[in-house]
């Protein structure tokens, strides 16, 4: 696990920290709120997994977009740009749906056979901040991609 990885998870546990005492000016309250949450962290493991950083949030009515903007903001990615003009408008209709994995792993800048393995339920699932750069790529809302991938949310629609 890399450095980067353990400090998410740490910036989320503080982050998540000063949320509870500004909801839950009850100690008591807080505790048992903060039970939950240790639970389920211990139950992801270490790496902020997306799963995790989505049932945390739910659990104290967190917005999820500001999470990821105040968590997340300096992660880079790229935009999955349209084609160019040049490009017929079947073309352009069929390029969110004809992305390559390569493409997009690398415009999320996820590691392509970390992506592969996850997509391919090798590995349980994508890392919170891979969730927020993969909306980023395809210029969607966080939670979009959160309720989608988590929640009962519908498919996100890409381009629109």
């Known amino acids: 696990m890399t450095g980067h990885q353990v400090n998410k998870s740490v910036f989320f546990r503080n982050y998540v920290g000063k949320i509870l005492k500004k909801k839950f000016k009850s100690k008591s309250s ?15 493991g270490d790496p902020l997994l997306g799963n995790v950083f989505f049932l945390v949030l739910k659990l104290i009515d967190e917005d999820i977009d500001e999470a990821c903007d105040s968590l997340f903001r300096n992660q880079k990615f ?15 209709f069929l390029a969110p749906y004809t992305r390559s994995d390569q493409e997009v792993a690398e415009a999320a800048q996820i590691d392509s056979s970390r992506f592969n393995r996850v997509k391919n339920k090798l590995l349980p699932d994508l890392y919170a901040f891979e969730v927020y750069k993969l909306a980023g790529a395809f210029e969607l809302k966080p939670s979009a991609l959160f309720e989608y991938f ?11």
């Open 150 to 160: 988590y929640g009962d949310g519908p498919r996100p629609v890409v381009g629109m």
């Open 78 to 92: 790229s935009l999955l740009t349209e084609l160019n003009e040049n490009e017929s408008k079947l073309a352009r």
């Open 30 to 44: 807080r505790d048992v709120v903060k039970e939950n949450i240790q639970d389920l962290l211990a139950k992801g």
